[in-house]
């Protein structure tokens, strides 16, 4: 990639096709012995650095807001772009449930919805909110470390964080030893981690020795989540999440090495063309977010697909996203709804 935005666009761009691909391959829950399983674990495992590379991005862009705009405008800048989306598409969302299940219609007292909203409880892919406004908040406290500082500091808090947040707490799992959680370096923990490794990443070069280093532990971590999750599964007869959860070592390790890889992603002149199409999709990322849950929804039962369909898992993300786009330039044509796409 030429640029830092080019990277990130395109990183966006994958992530938010991998979020999707998650949402439709649904049917890994479902454990079963049956082959569509064994597919599930796949597209499960491979796609699960979605979640930490959004966090990834958020700070290799967000952190050095203080040389763009002030806080005040930082918070005013996140609550119009995620805050009120969020808010809207979730009472939509209530709306669209009561719709489909007036046998169980949901109780609208506002004490009622504002716990449902919080515990986003109203449309369940939405829980990505809740850490990410955490993060926001964060970002102010931790921009005022000077960026002289900020590669020593930072490291310290990634390796701290890693070790008593995901390196302990997985080994003790695997040992079956309880873990006191109150260990954790806190301001480092849950996806804040992810917050300052994507800055570290973004703004230091990285020596190609370590680069590989990084490229064989993301492999080790794809395959720890992958094989370990399938045995497990297999000989339980149930799902043993012991290799999974996005603050797991696996998981760690794996998304690390996807958001370093497209950092140094060279792409192929006669490629170059496909890559800078889908790099300008990036602006469409947040509303297909936002929206697919329905798509996906109403495909299933209008169409009345089988959601273990090989076929579905793996092309209907394109198909969605697409589609997504297409609502999105018509939505925003009407001033009143820009808002809630931004």
């Known amino acids: 990639m030429k640029s830092k935005m080019q990277y990130l666009s395109f990183l966006n761009v994958i992530s938010c096709i991998a979020v999707i691909m998650l949402h439709t391959n649904g049917c890994f829950w479902a454990f079963s012995h049956e082959r569509y399983w064994v597919t599930a674990n796949v597209i499960e495992s491979v796609m699960y650095f979605a979640v930490p590379v959004f966090f990834m991005i958020s700070g290799a862009t967000l952190i050095d807001y203080r040389e763009r705009y002030s806080t005040k405008t930082f918070m005013k800048k996140r609550i119009?772009?995620?805050?009120?989306?969020?808010?809207?598409?979730?009472?939509?969302?209530?709306?669209?449930?009561?719709?489909?299940?007036?046998?169980?219609?949901?109780?609208f007292d506002i004490i009622h919805i504002v716990s449902k909203l919080i515990n986003t409880q109203i449309i369940s892919i939405y829980w990505f909110f809740m850490p990410l406004f955490s993060v926001y908040m964060s970002i102010p406290i931790i921009s005022?470390?000077?960026?002289?500082?900020?590669?020593?500091?930072?490291?310290?808090?990634?390796?701290?964080?890693?070790?008593?947040?995901?390196?302990?707490?997985?080994v003790c799992s695997l040992i079956d030893i309880q873990y006191n959680n109150s260990l954790m370096v806190q301001f480092g923990n849950s996806y804040m981690i992810y917050v300052i490794v994507g800055y570290l990443i973004d703004n230091y070069e990285i020596p190609k020795k370590l680069r590989i280093f990084i490229y064989v532990f993301s492999f080790v971590g794809l395959g720890l989540h992958l094989f370990g999750t399938y045995y497990l599964s297999i000989n339980s007869n149930r799902i043993i999440d012991t290799f999974k959860g996005y603050n797991n070592v696996?998981?760690?390790?794996?998304?690390?090495?996807?958001?370093?890889?497209?950092?140094?992603?060279?792409?192929?002149?006669?490629?170059?063309?496909?890559?800078?199409?889908?790099?300008?999709?990036s602006k469409y990322t947040f509303?297909?977010?936002?929206?697919?849950?329905?798509?996906?929804?109403?495909?299933?039962?209008?169409?009345?697909i089988d959601n273990r369909n090989i076929y579905f898992r793996v092309f209907a993300p394109f198909v969605i996203f697409i589609i997504?786009?297409?609502?999105?330039?018509?939505?925003?044509?009407?001033?009143?709804?820009?808002?809630?796409?931004?």
């Open 287 to 304: 509303g297909a977010y936002l929206m697919h849950f329905f798509i996906i929804d109403i495909s299933l039962e209008v169409l009345k």
């Open 80 to 107: 119009k772009k995620t805050v009120i989306p969020f808010l809207f598409w979730s009472l939509f969302g209530l709306i669209y449930m009561t719709i489909k299940y007036p046998e169980n219609p949901s109780n």
């Open 250 to 281: 696996p998981c760690f390790i794996y998304s690390v090495g996807i958001f370093v890889f497209f950092k140094y992603f060279k792409v192929p002149l006669k490629l170059s063309t496909v890559f800078n199409r889908i790099i300008n999709l």
């Open 144 to 170: 005022l470390i000077p960026k002289e500082q900020r590669k020593e500091k930072f490291l310290y808090l990634v390796i701290i964080s890693f070790i008593t947040s995901s390196l302990i707490p997985f």
């Open 324 to 342: 997504c786009i297409f609502i999105e330039n018509i939505v925003k044509k009407v001033p009143l709804l820009r808002t809630v796409l931004p």
